[in-house]
C-alpha cells in the first residue's frame, strides 16, 4: 500500500523557518519525481515545488523562488521542504505527491498534509 | 501566472450528468494534452481522477470522462451519486516548468 505521510507543520512567526518532511512507503521512491503542493485555508490548491529522482532538477512556484529548497534522502525514502523567510500567505496545508511519470506532473498519489500557520 | 477558471459551483440530481469547465490559454490547457482532475472531500487528500486530458487511474469509476476542446477542458460525471458530492479541480502543465490548477468547484448532488 502506498502510504505519503507528511510532518513538520506548525506555527512559526513571519520570517521564520520550517522544515516540512515526508516519509514514503510502498513504492520504490528514487524511481519517482515528487511535488509539493499547498492549500490555503479555504482555499483551492496550488503547486509549489518538483524534483526529480537524483535532485538534478528542481522548479519552484515564482513566489517561493529563494526562500524554499525542495530535496529528498532516496536512502531514507524521504522528501522534504525547507522553507525560510516565511509569510502569512504561506499559510496552508502542504501536501507532498508522487508524480505519475509523462503524464505532465499528475500526482497520483498524496500524503494527509501538514498545516503550517504563518503568524505573529 | 493566474489559477485557470473553474465555475465555482456546480449541481445535479441522482442519475443525472454534471459537466465542469476548466478554462485556460493556449499556453497551458490549449498547449498540452496535460489536464488532470482531481477530487477533494472535506478535510481530505486530494485524488487523481483523471489525467492527460481523459485517462482514468486504476481504480476510478467510468463514470468520470474527461474532455478538451481549445483552451478548455471538461470533466463529466454520470450517474450522478450521493458519494461525487466533492470539490473538484483541474490542473495543467505550463511549458515554463510550472503547474496552474483552477480555483476549485463545489459539486452538489441534490
Not at chain 1, 482555499?43 to 526562500?67: C, H, P, Q, T
Not at chain 2, 445535479?12 to 476548466?22: D, F, K
Not at chain 2, 486530494?46 to 486504476?58: A, H, T, W
Request: charge should be neutral.
Amino acid at each position: 500500500e502506498v502510504q505519503l505521510v507528511e510532518s513538520g507543520g506548525g506555527l512559526v512567526q513571519p520570517g521564520g523557518s520550517l522544515r516540512l518532511s515526508c516519509a514514503i512507503s510502498g513504492f520504490t521512491f528514487r524511481n519517482y519525481w515528487m511535488n509539493w503542493v499547498r492549500q490555503a485555508p479555504g482555499k483551492g490548491l496550488e503547486w509549489v515545488a518538483i524534483i526529480n529522482e537524483d535532485e538534478s532538477v528542481k522548479y519552484y512556484l515564482d513566489s517561493v523562488k529563494g526562500r524554499f529548497t525542495i530535496s529528498r534522502d532516496n536512502a531514507h525514502n524521504s522528501l522534504y521542504l525547507q522553507m525560510n523567510s516565511l509569510r502569512v500567505e504561506d499559510t496552508a496545508v502542504y501536501y507532498c505527491a508522487k508524480d505519475l511519470p509523462r503524464s505532465g506532473w499528475s500526482n497520483d498519489f498524496w500524503g494527509q498534509g501538514t498545516l503550517v500557520t504563518v503568524s505573529s | 501566472q493566474s489559477a485557470l477558471t473553474q465555475p465555482p459551483s456546480a449541481s445535479g440530481s441522482p442519475g443525472q450528468s454534471v459537466t465542469i469547465s476548466c478554462t485556460g490559454t493556449s499556453s497551458d490547457v490549449g498547449g498540452y494534452n496535460y489536464v488532470s482532475w482531481y477530487q477533494q472531500y472535506p478535510g481530505k487528500a486530494p485524488k487523481l481522477m483523471i489525467y492527460e486530458v481523459s485517462k482514468r487511474p486504476s481504480g476510478v469509476s467510468d463514470r468520470f470522462s474527461g474532455s478538451k476542446s481549445g483552451n478548455t477542458a471538461s470533466l463529466t460525471v454520470s450517474g450522478l451519486q450521493a458519494e461525487d458530492e466533492a470539490d473538484y479541480y483541474c490542473s495543467s502543465y505550463v511549458g515554463s516548468n510550472n503547474l496552474l490548477f483552477g480555483g476549485g468547484t463545489k459539486l452538489t448532488v441534490l
